[in-house]
Structures are given as structure tokens and as C-alpha cells.
């Protein structure tokens, strides 16, 4: 969440603490009222569920969590002695060096797809490369490390997609709420226009706070004393 929704999340929960303890000024209202501050309980539920959700899926969507680095190690290890066979056996071998390149830099979608290719275009070599040293599971074992890879993409993926669902639902039910806090205001002032104590509470708790606003600090007075009107006398001393 940013922190102005943060802040308007904030304002529709005072609204609603404002409610329950006016619950008075609510029977007085017209019945219209107390449905728009229910429904506003259930804007503020979904955004809360929604920011939970937006949490949680920007944490499915890091490296860490997918445990993507890992992974890609896993691949490269895989790929390199394919690889290596292939160098070492081009001109030797027709066609191997459709095996011998490594990729370069590349993000985790290419290196899945350069893998795969590896792995299906090592399947032709499949006696070679055993006959000079490699297991006789390097390609499976290729395959299986690419596909965890992809797995760990898709995942990422998806997690970001959730995540980004949930921002909207969030700036939607924003929107929402301040459309629901405006009716209610509408509804209530008639009734709290002659009490200057409960419409300042009101205002106070269905406005939007302003980030950084600091409360202005006013220095105590300098106590001033007034000059002592006691006559200053002068002592005399007899030579």
C-alpha cells in the first residue's frame, strides 16, 4: 500500500470508531446512514485482506523465496560439462557443437529455454557423451534442473500478477470508501450542526491526515517582572 491509501485506510476506520461511539447520532440519522457505515466496514475488510494478499505475494515474488538462485546454479552446473564434451569434440564429432555453447548472461527465462535446448539437442550425442566421461543421466539430469527453474519462474510470475490484482483492488476500494465517507458526512450534518463539539470530532475522524505534518510548538512566555516599586534609601554615617 502507499502511504496516502495507508492514510485513508486510517480515516475509514476513525470513521467507523466514530460510529460505534455515536451510535445516537446514527439512530437519528436517516436509515440510509447506518447502511453506508456498514458498507464501509466491509470497503475497509477487503482492503485489509487485499493489502495481506498484496504482502504476501510480493514476498512469493523475490529470488529468495522461489529459491531462484539456487536453482540457476543448479542449470548452469548441468549445462558445463554437456558443454564442455561438445568443445572438446567439435570437428570429431558432426554436429556436437549445436551443444558446445554456453548462454551468456542471460535471465532466467532464456536460460530455461537455452537448457532445454541443450538437453534435446544432447539426446543425438547421448553415446558420445557418455563414452567420454559424463553420467548416463547428464541430459535427464539437465532437463529435471530446467524444468525446477521454470517452475521457480512461473511462480515469480504468477506472484507478481496476484500482487499487482491486489493494488487495484486496494485503489479501488479507496476510491470507494471516500465516496461512502462523503454520504455519510452528507447524512450527518444536519445533525451536528448545532453541536460544535461532535461535528469537530467528526471532521476530525473522517479526514484524510497529511504526511509530515508536525503540530507547530509554541515557546512558554518569557515571564516579564515589573519594576520594584520599593523606594531605594540612602543611609547616611556620621563622619
Known amino acids: 500500500m502507499t502511504s496516502r491509501e495507508k492514510r485513508g485506510l486510517q480515516s475509514f476506520r476513525r470513521v467507523q470508531g466514530w460510529a460505534a461511539a455515536h451510535r445516537d447520532i446514527l439512530q437519528a440519522a436517516p436509515p440510509p ?7 464501509l466496514g466491509e470497503v475497509v475488510a477487503r482492503i485489509e485482506s487485499s493489502a495481506t494478499q498484496q504482502d504476501v505475494q510480493h514476498r512469493l515474488s523475490t529470488r529468495s523465496a522461489t529459491d531462484a538462485t539456487t536453482r540457476r546454479a543448479a542449470v548452469l552446473d548441468a549445462m558445463r560439462p554437456i558443454a564442455q564434451v561438445g ?7 558432426y554436429g556436437i557443437s549445436a551443444i558446445s555453447k554456453m548462454p551468456g548472461n542471460a535471465d532466467n527465462e532464456h536460460l530455461v529455454k537455452a537448457a532445454l535446448s541443450m538437453a534435446e539437442n544432447a539426446t543425438i550425442f547421448r553415446t558420445a557423451l557418455i563414452e567420454h ?3 548416463p543421466d547428464c ?17 515469480r510470475g504468477l506472484a507478481r500478477s496476484a500482487g499487482v490484482g491486489a493494488s487495484k483492488g486496494i485503489r479501488a476500494d479507496i476510491l470507494q470508501g471516500n465516496k461512502l465517507v462523503s454520504l455519510v458526512d452528507a447524512g450527518l450534518q444536519p445533525l451536528l450542526r448545532n453541536d460544535v463539539s461532535k461535528l469537530a470530532s467528526w471532521r476530525n475522524a473522517k479526514r484524510v491526515t497529511t504526511k509530515g505534518v508536525v503540530g507547530a510548538i509554541v515557546p512558554p512566555a518569557l515571564e516579564v517582572r515589573a519594576p520594584s516599586t520599593t523606594p531605594v534609601t540612602t543611609e547616611t554615617h556620621a563622619a
Open 33 to 39: 446512514v447506518a447502511a453506508l457505515v456498514a458498507k
Open 87 to 93: 568443445r572438446t569434440l567439435r570437428g570429431g564429432v
Open 133 to 135: 566421461g559424463l553420467q
Open 139 to 155: 541430459i535427464e539430469v539437465l532437463q529435471a534442473a530446467a524444468e525446477t527453474l521454470k517452475s521457480s519462474v512461473d511462480t
